[in-house]
Structure formats: structure tokens, C-alpha cells
């Protein structure tokens, strides 16, 4: 996020490139690299596509930016950029609001000269246009499982998606005497929570799959088998490893907070979002308890709307008008 405006621009300045519109990612500099390429720029519409922001995002207390009080610094990257770029899109609206109020209280800790002004110009030019997902590639790889419930989790191993809550609460269901497999798929990186250990040694004898699919067929086969997918993310500006599981029809269960609430029908909100940790661990209890029936729900059509099918002519559109009116 610090340098990385100034190699690009390089590049551009060098290309023969003559964009209709440049998009840009939120992990760009975009005011950095905009006022280097004036010249060739200038005159170019832009858009900011945010998905994710480094204010709303929750840093794990252990970073080495917090410790060093630096991590306000790339909220701020944030903030100019959106303020640079004509247009400002969000996966969200949940990340749009979040942005927007955790763009204010940044500007307030400033001691004067605040620009909450500016706050107001970000948000007239913003909007949400949501993922655009790969759905259909699922297709060619469903399977059945006849098995015990079969619990799925398919994030990256790290901070932000709260590990702790969801191995503690299959802890006690598993004291509590139900029976059920794991799948633990999902990246995992070198600082991977102390959890997973403690987690592959406790649920030894749960585990079925545990680790990194090298191939997406090899994912998509294990998010078939799955029967329910408990999240207990602390950040999630959109959910893409949650869609891709109920396309394949596995069971949510979601907590009320981030995105979740608004990419889940209101009609499902009573039965797949919990309010509290105790009330997932009863929603899981509840579900392998009658698992014969609840194998043959339907979710698919949830997650349907976001398939490329549907999205690129939103994306399209949205394209084109940004290019009629710069």
C-alpha cells in the first residue's frame, strides 16, 4: 500500500495504455498514483473498487502496525483514495456505512481542520456493486454424503475469522455427546492460530479432511459432502467462501453482525442467524438432531444472483455509464 502506486505508475506512464475508465483495488494508493500519471490521466474517469478497508478491518492485537501505532495510516490511504476517484464502489453496503463511519471518526482525531466535509462528497459518490462469482464451475463436481453431520469450514486460517469461537463451540458439542465429522479446508499461513493445533488433536477423531486443497476439484468436492457451515467471522465485508457453500447447498449458519444480515433473505434470518454463542451451539444441536430432514434444504438460489451470469451485465452497465459521464 506504500509503494506499490509508485511502481504502477511507472508502468502506466511507460504503456501506450489509453483506458476508458481505470479501476482501481482498495489496496492502491489511488491519490499517490493519480498525481504521478496527471498527464496522462487527468482526463480519464475513475472508480475504486473496496473489498475490503483498512478502517474498518479488525487488526489482531498481536500486529506489528498496532504495536507501532501505524496502522491508522493505511485507514488513511483509504480515506484519499476514495476521495481521489470520481466514482467509489463498495462489495457491500455493510462495508459502505462501516467505511463512511469509521472514515469520520478517524478525521476526528485529528486535533484541527478536520474535512468531515469531505465525508459527505465520498458518500455521494458511492455506491454497492456486489461480487461477481465463478458459481457454475461447482457444477460438474457434486457428490452425496451418507454419513455422520458433516461441519465445514473453508476460510483462512487467521485472526479475523475467529477460529477460537467456532473450534470451542465443536469442543463442547462433541463433550455434549453429538456426532459429527469435520472438514477444516482454506488457506493457512506461518502465523496460524495456536487453535488449529489444539483443534487437530481434540477433534482427532472427527476429522475427515484437515488443510489446503491443492485443487479446486478437490474443494468443491468437500463443499458438496458438507451439511453445515457455521461462521463465526469477526470481519467479513461480503462472504465469497460462504456463497460458494450454500450454492452447494450446505446449511449457514451466520452471526447477526457484518454483512451477513444483508445478503440473507429476511425470511431465513430466524433459523441461520444466531445472536450469541450459545445460541450457534443450540442452532448446530438443533440441526444434527434432525439431520435427515434438514440434508434436503435448498440454498442455491441465495447465492445464484451473485454467478457472473447475473453480475457482468451489472458490471457492464454500470461500466458504460461511467464512461458516458466522466
Not at 55 to 74: A, G, I, M
Amino acid at each position: 500500500m506504500h509503494g506499490g502506486a509508485v511502481t504502477l505508475a511507472n508502468h502506466f506512464l511507460q504503456s501506450d495504455s489509453k483506458p476508458d475508465l481505470i479501476l482501481a483495488t482498495d489496496m492502491l494508493d489511488f491519490s499517490t498514483f493519480l498525481s504521478l500519471t496527471r498527464q496522462k490521466t487527468a482526463h480519464i474517469p475513475t472508480a475504486l473498487y473496496f473489498h475490503e478497508n483498512q478502517l474498518s478491518y479488525p487488526w489482531s492485537p498481536t500486529d506489528r502496525d498496532v504495536k507501532e501505532n501505524r496502522n491508522k495510516h493505511y485507514g488513511f490511504i483509504n480515506f484519499t483514495s476514495a476521495l481521489s476517484s470520481d466514482n467509489v464502489l463498495f462489495n457491500s453496503h455493510y462495508q459502505l456505512e462501516s467505511f463512511l463511519k469509521e472514515s469520520t471518526l478517524l478525521l476526528k482525531h485529528f486535533p484541527d481542520y478536520n474535512e468531515l466535509d469531505s465525508i459527505r462528497k465520498i458518500q455521494d459518490k458511492s455506491q454497492t456493486l456486489h461480487i461477481g462469482m465463478d458459481l457454475k464451475q461447482f457444477d460438474s463436481y457434486q457428490t452425496v454424503n451418507n454419513g455422520p453431520p458433516l461441519i465445514l469450514w473453508n476460510h483462512r486460517w487467521e485472526y479475523d475469522k475467529n477460529p477460537e469461537l467456532f473450534f470451542k463451540t465443536l469442543f463442547q458439542l462433541k463433550k455434549d455427546g453429538f456426532d459429527f465429522n469435520l472438514a477444516v479446508l482454506g488457506e493457512n499461513f506461518k502465523a496460524t492460530p495456536s487453535i488449529f493445533d489444539e483443534a487437530q488433536k481434540r477433534l482427532n477423531e472427527n476429522i475427515v479432511h484437515f488443510g489446503y486443497c491443492e485443487s479446486f476439484s478437490e474443494y468443491a468436492e468437500w463443499v458438496w459432502k458438507a451439511d453445515i457451515l457455521p461462521v463465526t467471522n469477526i470481519q467479513d465485508f461480503f462472504g465469497i467462501s460462504i456463497m460458494e457453500a450454500m450454492y452447494c447447498n450446505v446449511y449457514p449458519l451466520l452471526p447477526h453482525r457484518l454483512t451477513y444480515p444483508e445478503l440473507l433473505p429476511k425470511s431465513f434470518h430466524k433459523n441461520h442467524i444466531y445472536k450469541d454463542n450459545l445460541d450457534l451451539l443450540e442452532k448446530l444441536k438443533e440441526y444434527i438432531s434432525n439431520i435427515n430432514e434438514n440434508r434436503g434444504m435448498e440454498f442455491r438460489r441465495i447465492a445464484q444472483p451473485f454467478d457472473w451470469d447475473t453480475m457482468a451485465p451489472a458490471y457492464d452497465n454500470l461500466f458504460n455509464k461511467l464512461t458516458s459521464n466522466p
